[in-house]
């Protein structure tokens, strides 16, 4: 290391040193997996176990830069202690922007294994690509990753070989899946959308498929939703759009397997069109539980102003909370929204993003000291509610943009896509440290066992290769 880089990193050192002597301490932690988007089927991405890094910790890790074949658009995943190759390893699993799905190994960087979907060639270079982040089959024994093929594959963890592979929709030129997949008792939950342009026609749909054969079992249209099953082709429909492509995806209650769904621009009537909407279904997503649209539903359409730009959160009780392209969290009592009769409008309250900027992350949503935590991030900054009466009331908040936060140990872990990691407090929002790194889009971060894992780039680059970062001891 020359001169110039010693003084950076001790000035990092430092940095880090004086925010540690206020902040808590991890407790001792168990081997931690983190096997899906936003950490459970709820997408919390607020672990309720020590993920083994606390406050001191941070000025002890050092970056690794690992090249990979592609650009990371999303998150990653990771299980401890797995067989690869005949060995065990901590690996961290990741998709590409073009369905490469890569097992980098978490202590050394090393790529283990680098599944290719045949449909490679075809798509690379091109708009036709994926945001999506691969799940962990309980298991452990498999994952499950989507390429822009419209394919859903099976993958065993030992050597990346293909157990199943099975298309969720007939026109992948025109339907995209964006957002992570789920996973919940056999299971396996995808969704789909459309292309940067919204160009027609495409429907967003949810898709359970059989973890074990890759059946795809049933399917919700959000339009045509009278239609049960796979539309023939999207040109089938009448209507175009209402994408499901929030960061988060599909989000599960893991008490009774229910799911929501946040659908993007398109009509909605309240009876078989669902766009810019929010939805329940139960888990064989086959019958509509509950719904929602705003008040202004038609604007919305008309203006880009799509609710579905993000994913709903369940807050574990009465309250779910909705975000959106116009720049607001609106508070939903759901208990309100029950039933298949349309509920236009009648939230319990509504706040505006940290810059009243269009949303296009996922929450984490954190329950601490007997509270629950929103923490949100946008291009305008990055802030803390906490949920009172039905209310989101302010906790903290800056002006350092990001994506998709995480909460793990205490700290909430931003990326700020214009370049480097963030570290807050959760509680105060005080910084406890910034990590460099380099610029990139959607991407989020992940904290397990110790380590922080990071994509880096931009899938609209449409590069082939790309940046995967860890920060470890």
Not at 337 to 350: I, K, L, W
Not at 442 to 456: F, Q, T, Y
């Amino acid at each position: 290391m020359n001169a110039k880089g010693r003084i950076a990193s001790l000035m990092l050192l430092a940095s880090f040193s004086a925010a540690a002597m206020l902040a808590p301490r991890a407790s001792a932690a168990t081997h931690q997996d983190w096997p899906m988007f936003g950490w459970n089927v709820g997408r919390s991405s607020a672990p309720t176990v020590s993920m083994g890094l606390g406050a001191a910790d941070l000025k002890k890790l050092q970056r690794q830069q690992v090249k990979i074949d592609g650009t990371v658009d999303a998150s990653a995943i990771y299980l401890h202690g797995v067989t690869v190759k005949g060995k065990l390893h901590d690996v961290f699993f990741v998709t590409t922007t073009y369905g490469k799905t890569l097992a980098i190994d978490a202590d050394h960087g090393a790529v283990l294994w680098e599944f290719t979907p045949s449909s490679y060639d075809s798509v690379k270079g091109t708009y036709q690509i994926t945001n999506s982040t691969p799940v962990a089959d309980a298991d452990r024994k498999a994952i499950y990753a989507a390429s822009p093929d419209g394919v859903i594959r099976k993958l065993a963890v030992a050597d990346g070989k293909v157990v199943w592979a099975t298309p969720i929709t007939r026109l992948p030129a025109r339907e995209k899946i964006a957002s992570p997949l789920g996973f919940f008792k056999g299971r396996v939950i995808a969704t789909t959308g459309g292309y940067i342009g919204d160009e027609p026609p495409y429907q967003g749909h949810v898709a359970i498929l059989d973890a074990k054969t890759g059946k795809l079992l049933h399917v919700w249209n959000a339009l045509c939703s009278d239609v049960h099953g796979r539309l023939l082709d999207p040109k089938t429909c009448p209507q175009s759009d209402a994408a499901i492509w929030g960061r988060a995806g599909a989000v599960i209650d893991a008490r009774t397997g229910n799911i929501y769904v946040a659908t993007g621009n398109a009509l909605w009537d309240g009876f078989k069109y669902w766009g810019d909407a929010v939805i329940e279904l139960d888990r064989d997503a086959t019958k509509m539980l509950g719904n929602y649209t705003p008040a202004d539903t038609a604007y919305l359409d008309r203006h880009d102003e799509d609710v579905g730009s993000t994913s709903p959160v369940p807050l574990g009780g009465r309250y779910v909370v909705q975000g959106g392209k116009d720049g607001k969290l609106r508070v939903l009592d759901w208990q309100k929204m029950a039933g298949t009769e349309p509920h236009r409008g009648g939230e319990s309250s509504s706040v505006n993003t940290p810059g009243g900027a269009r949303m296009f992350t996922a929450p984490a949503a954190w329950k601490h000291a007997g509270k629950t935590w929103i923490f949100v991030a946008d291009k305008d900054g990055t802030a803390a509610w906490t949920l009172r009466g039905g209310a989101l009331h302010s906790e903290w908040h800056n002006d350092h943009a990001g994506t998709s936060p995480v909460v793990a140990d205490g700290m909430v872990f931003v990326y700020d896509p214009d370049g480097g990691l963030y570290v807050y407090d959760a509680a105060s929002g005080r910084q406890l440290g910034k990590f460099d790194c380099g610029s990139g889009h959607w991407n989020s971060p992940i904290v397990a066992d110790g380590r922080i894992a990071l994509p880096e780039g931009n899938a609209n680059d449409h590069a082939t290769s790309g940046v995967f970062d860890i920060w470890h001891k």
